[in-house]
Nanobody, 126 residues
Framework: QVQVVESGGGLVQPGGSLRLSCAASGVTLDDYAIGWFRQAPGKQREGVSCISRGDGTTYYADSVKGRFTVSRDNAKNTVYLQMNNLKPEDTAAYYC???????????????????WGQGAQVTVSS
Protein backbone atom coordinates (compact mmCIF):
# COMPACT_ATOMS: atom_id res chain seq x y z
CA GLN A 1 0.00 0.00 0.00
CA VAL A 2 2.68 2.47 1.03
CA GLN A 3 5.57 2.40 -1.40
CA VAL A 4 8.55 4.35 -2.61
CA VAL A 5 10.04 3.27 -5.92
CA GLU A 6 13.44 4.20 -7.32
CA SER A 7 14.14 4.60 -10.99
CA GLY A 8 16.83 6.08 -13.20
CA GLY A 9 19.75 3.80 -12.54
CA GLY A 10 22.02 2.50 -15.24
CA LEU A 11 25.53 2.18 -16.58
CA VAL A 12 27.60 5.32 -17.05
CA GLN A 13 31.23 6.16 -17.68
CA PRO A 14 33.33 7.86 -15.01
CA GLY A 15 32.55 11.56 -15.03
CA GLY A 16 29.03 10.97 -16.27
CA SER A 17 25.73 11.84 -14.65
CA LEU A 18 22.52 10.13 -13.66
CA ARG A 19 19.36 11.29 -11.98
CA LEU A 20 17.57 8.90 -9.68
CA SER A 21 13.91 9.35 -8.88
CA CYS A 22 12.05 8.25 -5.79
CA ALA A 23 8.32 8.23 -6.44
CA ALA A 24 5.81 7.66 -3.67
CA SER A 25 2.40 6.09 -3.50
CA GLY A 26 0.24 5.94 -0.42
CA VAL A 27 2.19 8.73 1.25
CA THR A 28 2.85 12.38 0.61
CA LEU A 29 6.61 12.71 0.38
CA ASP A 30 6.76 16.24 1.69
CA ASP A 31 5.45 14.88 5.00
CA TYR A 32 8.58 12.75 5.42
CA ALA A 33 12.28 13.13 5.52
CA ILE A 34 13.70 11.20 2.56
CA GLY A 35 17.05 9.49 2.67
CA TRP A 36 19.20 8.05 -0.07
CA PHE A 37 21.41 5.09 0.78
CA ARG A 38 23.64 2.84 -1.23
CA GLN A 39 25.17 -0.57 -0.87
CA ALA A 40 28.03 -1.95 -2.90
CA PRO A 41 28.75 -5.69 -3.08
CA GLY A 42 30.43 -6.91 0.08
CA LYS A 43 30.00 -3.57 1.86
CA GLN A 44 27.68 -2.15 4.46
CA ARG A 45 24.82 0.07 3.44
CA GLU A 46 25.83 3.69 3.75
CA GLY A 47 23.95 6.94 3.82
CA VAL A 48 24.37 9.21 0.81
CA SER A 49 22.02 12.14 1.22
CA CYS A 50 18.80 13.22 2.85
CA ILE A 51 16.22 15.97 2.64
CA SER A 52 14.02 16.94 5.55
CA ARG A 53 10.31 17.46 5.65
CA GLY A 54 9.18 21.00 6.18
CA ASP A 55 11.95 23.36 5.17
CA GLY A 56 13.76 20.82 2.99
CA THR A 57 17.13 20.97 4.70
CA THR A 58 19.63 18.73 2.94
CA TYR A 59 22.66 16.79 4.04
CA TYR A 60 25.33 14.91 2.10
CA ALA A 61 27.93 12.34 2.97
CA ASP A 62 31.46 13.62 2.52
CA SER A 63 32.04 11.13 -0.28
CA VAL A 64 29.40 12.74 -2.50
CA LYS A 65 29.30 16.33 -1.32
CA GLY A 66 29.67 18.74 -4.21
CA ARG A 67 28.74 16.08 -6.76
CA PHE A 68 25.24 14.94 -5.73
CA THR A 69 22.15 17.05 -5.19
CA VAL A 70 18.90 15.94 -3.58
CA SER A 71 15.69 17.79 -4.34
CA ARG A 72 11.97 17.42 -3.89
CA ASP A 73 9.12 18.02 -6.33
CA ASN A 74 6.00 18.03 -4.22
CA ALA A 75 3.68 18.35 -7.21
CA LYS A 76 5.02 15.06 -8.57
CA ASN A 77 5.36 13.47 -5.13
CA THR A 78 8.92 12.64 -6.09
CA VAL A 79 12.38 13.15 -4.65
CA TYR A 80 15.39 13.22 -6.95
CA LEU A 81 19.06 12.50 -6.53
CA GLN A 82 21.11 14.20 -9.22
CA MET A 83 24.50 12.51 -9.44
CA ASN A 84 27.26 14.29 -11.32
CA ASN A 85 30.92 13.49 -11.90
CA LEU A 86 30.30 9.87 -11.06
CA LYS A 87 33.21 7.73 -9.95
CA PRO A 88 33.69 3.96 -10.04
CA GLU A 89 33.41 3.90 -6.26
CA ASP A 90 29.85 5.22 -6.62
CA THR A 91 28.84 1.86 -8.08
CA ALA A 92 26.14 0.43 -5.83
CA ALA A 93 22.49 -0.33 -5.45
CA TYR A 94 20.82 2.92 -4.44
CA TYR A 95 17.80 3.01 -2.17
CA CYS A 96 15.45 5.76 -1.18
CA UNK A 97 13.61 5.63 2.10
CA UNK A 98 11.00 7.64 3.96
CA UNK A 99 11.78 8.50 7.54
CA UNK A 100 9.74 7.73 10.60
CA UNK A 101 7.21 10.31 11.55
CA UNK A 102 9.42 11.35 14.45
CA UNK A 103 12.14 12.44 12.04
CA UNK A 104 11.62 16.14 11.48
CA UNK A 105 15.20 16.78 10.57
CA UNK A 106 17.52 14.94 8.24
CA UNK A 107 19.59 11.91 9.12
CA UNK A 108 21.70 9.25 7.42
CA UNK A 109 21.08 6.76 10.22
CA UNK A 110 19.40 3.74 8.68
CA UNK A 111 17.04 2.92 11.53
CA UNK A 112 15.41 6.33 11.26
CA UNK A 113 13.74 5.19 8.03
CA UNK A 114 10.91 2.70 7.80
CA UNK A 115 9.65 2.78 4.20
CA TRP A 116 12.20 1.52 1.71
CA GLY A 117 12.32 1.23 -2.04
CA GLN A 118 13.51 -1.80 -3.94
CA GLY A 119 16.78 -0.28 -5.08
CA ALA A 120 18.19 0.98 -8.36
CA GLN A 121 21.52 -0.21 -9.67
CA VAL A 122 24.12 2.37 -10.60
CA THR A 123 27.26 1.12 -12.30
CA VAL A 124 30.11 3.49 -13.12
CA SER A 125 32.66 1.88 -15.38
CA SER A 126 34.67 2.54 -18.50
Amino acid sequence: QVQVVESGGGLVQPGGSLRLSCAASGVTLDDYAIGWFRQAPGKQREGVSCISRGDGTTYYADSVKGRFTVSRDNAKNTVYLQMNNLKPEDTAAYYCAAGTRRLYGCSLVTFMYNIWGQGAQVTVSS
